[in-house]
């Protein structure tokens, strides 16, 4: 099975292509271009380093949040249409399973980041259990000082990982005792990750609804701002 993977969940584009469990290739960019413009190209690039096309793709992951608003709908409206386009299933896995997965067989408490603005994160909790990862707190958004009180609840060992390091790492350093740091490349978002997980899914016949949507843990900023201006002239109104 040739699975085609792909996340645009933050400033990051990353497209991976797995035969089976075998890594074909991946194409991550971390800059800030936008991801409409330059994630097919990747796309087409990386199929034709491969020799090969978009028919030969038995099948598609991509990430469904949580993340940037735009780029998860540009990520989701992309696969969604190569599969429709191709009669090919697919399945959508969080942004941050992904982040989990590249550091899963650290023996203690994983915790991936996702800069959320506004000094918070999204974020969850997993642990390594026989081989897999065991989800142990659902998708969240939460200040940092939310975060670290739960850390230091569980009294183990944590391994903090993703893009909110960028922000906060010095400020964990200080406030979560126990606590360690991958090598900083791993703290993309890896759509080989993604791939690795969501190709035992497929296989398994687990396929996404044509109809799903992305998931998002806070509303979009416009939406939060008008519903502020709203409020505000209710209480003018009083």
Do not use: W
Not at 16 to 34: R, S, V, W, Y
Not at 53 to 68: A, F, H, L
Not at 204 to 223: M, V
Request: charge should be negative.
């Amino acid at each position: 099975m040739i699975v085609l993977a792909v996340d645009s969940s933050s400033k990051v584009a990353t497209v991976a292509l797995m035969k089976d469990d075998k890594l074909l290739g991946e194409i991550t960019l971390n800059d800030k271009k936008e991801h409409s413009v330059i994630l097919m190209t990747i796309i087409e690039d990386l199929l034709k380093f491969n020799n090969l096309t978009i028919d030969d793709i038995d099948g598609y992951v991509v990430s469904k949040g949580p993340g940037s608003f735009t780029g998860l709908r540009i990520g989701m409206a992309t696969v969604k249409g190569l599969s429709f386009g191709s009669g090919k299933p697919y399945v959508s896995l969080s942004s941050l399973d992904a982040l989990a997965f590249s550091v899963a067989n650290f023996d203690g408490l994983i915790c991936p980041i996702m800069d959320a603005l506004r000094n918070s994160v999204y974020t969850s909790l997993y642990k390594s259990c026989n081989g897999s990862l065991e989800k142990l707190m659902d998708y969240s958004a939460l200040d940092m000082d939310e975060l670290v009180e739960i850390i230091k609840s569980k009294g183990e060992k944590v391994i903090f990982i993703g893009d909110g390091l960028d922000k906060y790492k010095d400020y964990l350093i200080e406030n979560c005792p126990n606590c360690y740091f991958p090598p900083n490349h791993l703290n993309l978002v890896r759509a080989s990750s993604l791939g690795e997980i969501g190709s035992k899914l497929l296989r398994d016949g687990q396929f996404d609804d044509p109809n799903s949507t992305p998931f998002y843990l806070k509303k979009p900023q416009a939406e939060r701002e008008y519903e502020q201006r709203m409020q505000l002239r209710n209480e003018c109104n009083c």
